[in-house]
């Protein structure tokens, strides 16, 4: 069905490991890499990387 390939996915701080994003996530097809992005830290108040972790 569609919509089916999608499944939500946390986002973590690499500096702190705090959990604070949460986004959807493709899951079936070719190329299909863990998330990294730029995201702001509360704790630390500045930008730093964050990396998809699963529940």
Request: glycine residues 8%.
């Amino acid at each position: 069905m569609a919509g089916d390939n999608r499944e939500y996915v946390f986002l973590e701080c690499t500096e702190t490991g705090v959990r604070h994003y949460r986004t959807e996530k493709r899951v079936k097809g070719q190329g299909i890499k863990k998330l990294e992005l730029k995201k702001y830290s509360a704790k630390l108040r500045k930008h730093t990387v964050h990396k998809e972790k699963k529940k």
